[in-house]
């Protein structure tokens, strides 16, 4: 096939059948060799001109290049030169390539072992002969020569078998021009040798290979030429190796190191036990240097092979032979070759007795190295085998160790360490480290990884190009852990494509996930996390004592067995799935499946009484659902009830209001959507968005015409879409239900707003109601809850006795449905009651609800931390004006009626731990934050400005009679607290009383 142009050799041009025609014009030479080396792609004029005139370009470089062109087009056809818009290109016809060069490149990519002989022949010398000494001579010769010795090394592979000895001698001259460096050169003149049956000569390129490596570079020679020197080995008899020429594991680098303690201990105790011991460990985690400092610190006498490149039987034969043999070069005569050994017999031949085997990176190739292990142990009961890998070996009898992440603080001395040695000498701020740290899961090779970006990005910029990308984790250079992009997929690749389907969908989960959740995915199975677990790609969470001490005791995901992937992992896996956009469909579509069929038991259980049952399933669910709420443009209504859900158990969700906003603006097309429209216009109304909250009851009340809600949703939507001058009587029409848990939820509502509205007698009457009626109902949620707003209203009219009571069963109740953070709430309002009774038992309840709720930051917990400053009042007043600055950092400024209560509390009890003029201060603050908002919320709790009231009164020291106190006691101020306690005095109506508060 002959081709337009030829550039390997002198350049010609082929016009028609004729022959070829040598160029002559310097520049035209120039030009078909800059075309030749961009095709297919057109040069530009710019290109042509730094190409053809590098060092003086012409004065009209457009009028040039168009007659160069021109000419170029008279030699080869006008139709082979084409223009566009982004310059010219040369055009070949159907079946002619454009040139020689892409006709040898075109074989050397996709043509056979046959073909390469002859586009060997395509050379007719020196490629670029005739052309200027510069860039454009040089490129052309790099990439000829590449794609010969590419040609080149193929003829020799396809000569190998029927001329080996002319193969042999052909290299071995290419590599005394070359150089004895090159190692793939001289492993396929070993394979040649060991072919001619000549395998001495083989053994002696080696020989001669591996000194030339150590004296210039101080390596060993690569897997390649460690493969042929095994064939050519396996060709002889073998010979027992030297012990004291067997490879040692290199030393451990002489940056720090994070010592794991535990985990050497353990391994020392595994090896005194047992014949295989297994490091069992994520990529990157640091196995590898967790063994090296342990054969470095006790002295193990060992042989270290290293699988890092090792994909079959033959590379493990190859890797075994290099450890045990890396200087015996046999010179035997004569012999025939025998068949391969295995790499557990040759362990079990040469190998010192005594010594223990470490086995590096065994994951590529666990089956072989499961046989070599029981071979060798079934044959030598005096070696051990010590194994790194990501994959368990497939054995009965062996110890596994598994290292996990970092902990935080070692995690953050490692980092602060590499930091350092990358030559940071500025400080960094704690939290970003520990941020960090988190991110990345505790990873020694992502840490360091990490570190090495401080040279030049800011801990915040890295943290976070992180949150988008892993890829920002890679250092320059080659090896296995220059990335931990490279990392992962390597661990990606391992496994099988159902499995990478799992994973895949397990990476839904933002965080934990319960085994029956992950099975709920059609493509997830037990044998698939089993899998994922064994390849340290699935993590078992922490068991209930370690989840206790980070999250307080009120997470029931405590008690069961949870599962999880490392951030790291996670992040991997999700953008590799975000490069297939129907894999990424179908994933969202499960996990919205599952979302909704979550949500449905969920409500049925609420409904049903069944309240652990819910609290259990959305507790372990809900940070799931929220990250598929979060994350979508329409949110699904149906599954707002958990936004709810997490609102009422930790206190609010980041994109409530944006998540309600949306899902009021669509419309309701089934009960599940108008469920949510439901909780939308809960969480608007609350917020006082009202303007949204507008828009919502309107679509709520136009869905509930088309789809009416009954029972205790039909109670709830009814009260939304009520006009205020209607809704006590819409409750008093629900507390008359045959529903008794419409009853129940109606009478605790009456409740709330009578305690609110200063009318204890009848809120006392209304929750006795609801508590009967929660268990006629059978329902353990509005019981617990209607006894919690008994022991309310009796503490609030200073009737404690009675308090302690209520709030003791509804605890207890709480406690039995699951509901710790609820009992732990209550328990603290029983040890407010408690201060004035027992104030022993009181300090035991404070201590353990303080103890349980760690660092929650939820408005009982401020009401915790005064009923200490309570206690603490009398007997150490210095410690209680702390508790009082606790309580208030947490209730915050005076904007409802429990920080209004706080914050009335709080003036009262300085005034009694001798801080007068604090306390004068603070009741001026108060009230002044009253005034200015024209006590707007605080006039839904009037008790709590009947508190408010009181406390301005025993600040300032006003007479018992001053108009203040007796509006005080008119509305029934809170007297949950024993200070909040006034003297009996003149009367006033409650109408007057109020108006005197607000006026």
């Not at 994520?282 to 240097?289: D, Y």
């Not at 200073?798 to 605890?811: T, Y």
Request: proline share 5%; with cysteine; net charge neutral.
């Amino acid at each position: 096939m002959t081709a337009l142009v030829g550039v390997l050799g002198p350049t010609e041009v082929c016009a028609g059948d004729a022959d070829a025609i040598p160029v002559t014009a310097r520049r035209l030479r120039t030009l078909i060799t800059s075309l030749v080396l961009a095709h297919p792609y057109p040069v530009g004029i710019e290109a042509i001109v730094s190409d053809v005139w590098p060092d003086a370009p012409p004065q009209q470089p457009t009028g040039a290049v168009h007659t160069l062109i021109s000419r170029l087009r008279a030699l080869v056809g006008s139709e082979r030169v084409d223009s566009t818009p982004g310059g010219y290109r040369l055009i070949g016809t159907e079946g002619t390539p454009v040139s020689d060069l892409a006709t040898a490149e075109a074989i050397a990519r996709d043509g056979t072992d046959a073909d390469t002989t002859g586009a060997l022949d395509l050379w007719r010398g020196q490629p670029g002969t005739g052309l200027p000494p510069g860039d454009l001579r040089d490129r052309l010769t790099i990439r000829a020569d590449r794609c010969r010795g590419v040609l080149r090394e193929r003829s020799w592979n396809h000569r190998l078998v029927a001329e080996p000895n002319r193969v042999a001698a052909e290299v071995a001259a290419h590599r005394e021009a070359r150089g004895p460096l090159d190692e793939q050169l001289a492993a396929l003149e070993m394979r040649a040798h060991v072919a001619a049956g000549n395998p001495n000569r083989a053994l002696t390129v080696f020989a001669r290979l591996r000194a030339a490596l150590a004296d210039e570079l101080g390596a060993d020679p690569g897997p390649e030429a460690v493969a042929a020197h095994a064939a050519a080995l396996r060709a002889q008899t073998p010979v027992a190796a030297d012990p004291g020429f067997a490879t040692q594991m290199p030393a451990p680098p002489r940056n720090s190191f994070v010592a794991r303690v535990d985990i050497l201990a353990d391994m020392r105790r595994a090896l005194a036990d047992s014949g295989v011991v297994c490091v069992l460990g994520e990529g990157g985690i640091g196995k590898t240097r967790l063994v090296a400092e342990f054969v470095a610190a006790q002295s193990v006498p060992h042989i270290y092979v290293d699988l890092t490149t090792a994909r079959g039987v033959e590379d493990v034969t190859a890797a075994v032979t290099a450890a045990l043999r890396p200087t015996t070069v046999p010179d035997l005569a004569g012999g025939t070759p025998g068949p391969m050994q295995r790499p557990g017999q040759l362990l079990t031949q040469s190998a010192p007795r005594g010594v223990v085997i470490v086995l590096d990176a065994c994951e590529q190739v666990v089956d072989s190295v499961s046989e070599l292990a029981t071979e060798v142990l079934a044959r030598r009961h005096d070696l051990q085998i010590l194994a790194t890998t990501r994959v368990p070996l497939d054995l009965v009898d062996q110890h596994v160790i598994d290292v996990g992440p970092l902990s935080e603080a070692d995690a953050a001395q490692l980092f602060s360490d590499r930091v350092r040695a990358a030559g940071r000498r500025d400080s960094i701020a704690a939290h970003e480290v520990d941020e960090l740290c988190r991110r990345l899961d505790g990873s020694p090779l992502a840490l360091e990884l990490a570190a090495a970006q401080l040279r030049h990005l800011t801990l915040g910029d890295l943290n976070d190009r992180l949150a988008s990308t892993l890829s920002v984790l890679s250092v320059r250079g080659g090896g296995r852990h220059s990335s931990l992009t490279n990392v992962l997929a390597s661990s990606w690749e391992l496994l099988a494509s159902d499995a990478r389907l799992a994973l895949a969908a397990l990476a839904r989960f933002p965080g934990e996930f319960r085994l029956a959740d992950a099975l709920a995915f059609p493509m997830v199975t037990l044998d698939n996390v089993a899998i994922l677990r064994a390849h340290s790609l699935l993590r078992v969470a922490e068991d209930q004592q370690g989840r206790a001490q980070r999250r307080g005791n009120f997470d029931r995901r405590a008690q069961h067995s949870c599962y999880r992937l490392s951030d790291t992992v996670r992040d991997f896996v999700r953008e590799r799935t975000r490069e297939q956009p129907d894999l990424e469909e179908c994933l969202v579509a499960a996990h919205h499946r599952w979302a909704r069929t979550q949500v449905d038991a969920a409500l049925t259980d609420l409904r049903a009484g069944r309240v652990a049952d819910a609290a259990d399933r959305l507790d372990h669910s809900s940070d799931a659902i929220l990250s598929l709420l979060d994350g979508s443009a329409s949110p699904d209504p149906a599954l707002l009830p958990v936004v709810s859900w997490r609102t009422m158990r930790t206190g609010g969700h980041d994109a409530t209001l944006r998540l309600c906003r949306a899902v009021a603006r669509q419309p309701a097309e089934s009960d599940r959507d108008v469920a949510g429209l439901l909780c939308a216009t809960i969480h608007l109304t609350i917020a006082g968005q009202f303007r949204d909250a507008a828009r919502a009851r309107l679509r709520l009340r136009e869905a509930m015409s088309v789809r009416p809600l009954s029972g205790i949703d039909g109670l709830i939507g009814d009260l939304l879409v009520a006009r205020p001058a209607t809704v006590a009587r819409t409750l008093a029409t629900a507390a008359r239900s045959a529903d008794a848990g419409v009853v129940a939820a109606a009478e605790l509502v009456r409740a709330e707003l009578a305690e609110r509205a200063a009318a204890p007698r009848f809120a006392h009457r209304c929750a006795l109601r609801a508590s009967v009626a929660a268990d006629v109902a059978m329902h353990p949620w509005f019981a617990a809850n209607a006894r919690s707003r008994l022991g309310r209203i009796c503490s609030q009219v200073g009737d404690h006795e009675a308090a302690i009571v209520h709030f003791e069963r509804s605890a207890t109740t709480f406690d039995d449905i699951g509901l710790a953070q609820d009992a732990c709430r209550v328990r603290i309002y029983q040890a407010g009651a408690s201060v004035s009774v027992d104030p022993r038992r009181a300090e035991d309840l404070l201590a353990s609800c303080l103890r349980a709720a760690g660092t929650t930051a939820r408005p009982f917990i401020a009401t915790a931390h005064m009923t200490r400053a309570q206690l603490l009042v009398d007997d150490d007043p210095a410690l209680a004006v702390t508790a009082i600055a606790d309580a208030l950092r947490i209730a915050g400024p005076p904007a409802d009626g429990h920080s209004v209560h706080m914050h009335a509390v709080a003036v009262a009890l300085l005034d009694a731990a001798g801080q007068s003029t604090h306390a004068r201060l603070a009741a001026d603050d108060l009230e002044a934050a009253l005034t200015q908002r024209r006590l707007d919320s605080a006039l839904t709790d009037l008790p709590a400005l009947g508190a408010a009231a009181a406390a301005v009164v025993k600040a300032r020291g006003l007479r018992d009679d001053d108009p203040y106190a007796a509006a005080a006691r008119a509305i029934h101020y809170r007297r949950d607290f024993p200070v909040m306690h006034l003297a009996a005095g003149p009367s006033m109506s409650r109408e007057r009383a109020v108006a005197q508060l607000i006026g």
